[in-house]
């Protein structure tokens, strides 16, 4: 998989079930806010010096309650330019839902590299006891079973806040969200700062001076994501890439910056819109 924008599905799960699995933080106390959230990328830095600029969009869409589960919807579209005419354009697009509970995930992962064909990933996932049963259907049907201490994104943002709220600084997860060929899971470390309450002056976007959100404090956090393969048989411990950005009480994310190692990209918000949710009945 070429890491060039790919951001974790699990990261960019920006809004969080409502009931946690046994053990670790427990759940967060909802309700999470159903919204779309507009990004816009730009380059930050180069470390290598091999990237001259960048740019883009992540567009994304978060619905549902704790009834019927969560639905969301995620599009990246990136274009990085390593100068003398080479250009890379991908885009990224997944539908996944969860349920409340992180038993079950369905998802649907499609990646375009340039003029290549679209790469696609479709498939599920059951929590059965101590263990999940994956079931793949692209890129190829296929079977398997995974720790049943693995979570699903939603969960993943979710176990992140309610560390939050207990006071922890440091979370460590194994995650899966059907990236790559579908097998991945990684292991993630997460780093959570002090609040930021809701009345601390900061640099205004579409999230800060919404309704909404002016009551609500939120955390600066930074989640290294780590391939769990490479550790197991290398000992490898540097993250494949890392993502900060500061997440509210109610699973809404801004100030995000996503750390490739070679080269770093920034997302701000540009737009955010709060969606109609209806009622867990």
């Known amino acids: 998989m070429v890491h060039l924008f790919r951001t974790s599905l699990g990261v960019m799960a920006l809004a969080a079930a409502t009931v946690g699995l046994g053990g670790g933080a427990q ?3 909802g309700p999470f806010l159903a919204h779309q959230a507009l990004y816009d990328l730009s380059l930050v830095k180069s470390r290598s010096n091999s990237v001259n600029s960048a740019r883009g969009r992540i567009l994304y869409n978060f619905t549902g ?6 639905t ?10 390593s100068g003398e005419g080479k250009v890379t354009l991908s885009d990224l697009r997944s539908n996944s839902w969860e349920d409340a509970a992180g038993k079950s ?12 064909d679209a790469g696609r990933v479709d498939g599920s996932a059951e929590r059965d006891g101590d263990h999940i049963n994956v079931k793949l259907k692209l ?5 398997f079973t995974l720790d049943g201490k693995i979570v699903f994104p939603t969960e993943q943002i979710q176990r992140i806040i309610a560390a939050a709220n207990e006071g922890k600084s440091l979370l460590e997860l194994s995650v899966y969200d ?7 899971v990684y292991n993630t470390l997460t780093v959570i700062g002090q609040p930021i309450p809701a009345d601390r002056a900061t640099a205004s976007d579409p999230s800060t001076s919404d ?12 989640v290294s994501y780590f391939d769990r393969d ?6 490898e411990q540097t993250p494949v890439y890392a993502m900060a950005f500061e997440l509210y009480e109610n699973g809404v994310s801004r100030q995000l910056v996503l750390d490739y190692n070679d080269f770093v990209i920034s997302g701000a918000m540009g737009k955010f819109d709060v969606k109609d949710s209806k009622p867990c009945n």
């Open 27 to 29: 759940a967060a106390k």
């Open 65 to 70: 309650n704790a009834c019927e589960g969560y």
């Open 72 to 81: 969301s919807e995620f599009r990246q579209v990136s274009e990085l330019d």
């Open 105 to 116: 995930y369905r998802f649907n992962i499609e990646t375009r590299m340039n003029e290549a």
């Open 139 to 143: 890129p190829a049907p296929k079977t």
């Open 178 to 184: 059907g990236s790559d060929d579908g097998q991945k």
């Open 211 to 222: 309704e909404h959100m002016k009551s609500l404090k939120r955390w600066p956090v930074t």
């Open 230 to 235: 490479a550790q197991q048989k290398e000992g």
